[in-house]
């Protein structure tokens, strides 16, 4: 099965680029797209085992994750790939820059969007006032002009797709199938 980008019918804007409207415009279609983004995930891990249900309940994270670290995918970076990150970065950067010759697929990026959403949904349907929306400002924030989770004590806002990222990046190095779980319980403390 391939498994279809998650494209916007319209042109897009970069993100810290957008207005208010274009905000709006791509927040109306993520959420118009979440479920579809749910079912292919959920078709996608079946064609490899039919013992995961994306149900929404808490548990399911457990699952999923302990089936995403094993297609976690890496692949090296291309010397211009590297020379465009270079490229006006402070010296002090550039050793660490350089350390960092690999990146993620397409294929695992595509995933781990998906299994950001799902997460923003599980949280969703566990805690009542937690739901998505956006921030237009400011500017530097994680998640800026798109769809984040809002609700939480203290108007903390988080864009799920940084937190899988950081996930993926520590199953690299260690694996551990209730990381992802763990993260849940410690945003549903943030309720």
Not at 84 to 108: C, F, S
Not at 147 to 171: A, D, H, M, N
């Amino acid at each position: 099965m391939d498994y279809r980008l998650m494209e916007t019918p319209f042109a897009l804007t970069p993100f810290g680029d957008m207005s208010k409207k274009q905000a709006d415009q791509y927040y109306q279609w993520f959420l118009t797209e979440k479920e579809h983004r749910i079912q292919q995930l959920e078709q996608y891990v079946k064609q490899s085992t039919n013992n995961i249900s994306l149900d929404k309940e808490p548990d399911s994270l457990i699952d999923l994750w302990e089936w995403f670290e094993g297609n976690i995918e890496w692949e090296n970076k291309t010397e211009q790939e590297l020379h465009n990150e270079l490229d006006g970065q402070p010296n002090w950067m550039r050793p660490h820059i350089l350390a960092e010759t690999r990146k993620m697929t397409v294929l695992t990026l595509a995933l781990g969007m998906d299994i950001s959403i799902y997460f923003g949904e599980t949280l969703i349907y566990n805690n009542p006032s937690i739901y998505w929306g956006y921030k237009t400002s400011p500017k530097k924030l994680d998640g800026v002009n798109r769809p984040i989770l809002l609700g939480f004590k203290g108007e903390v806002c988080v864009y799920p797709y940084t937190l899988i990222q950081v996930c993926i990046r520590k199953s690299t190095e260690h694996k551990n199938k209730n990381q992802l779980y763990d993260l849940y319980n410690t945003w549903c403390n943030n309720v």
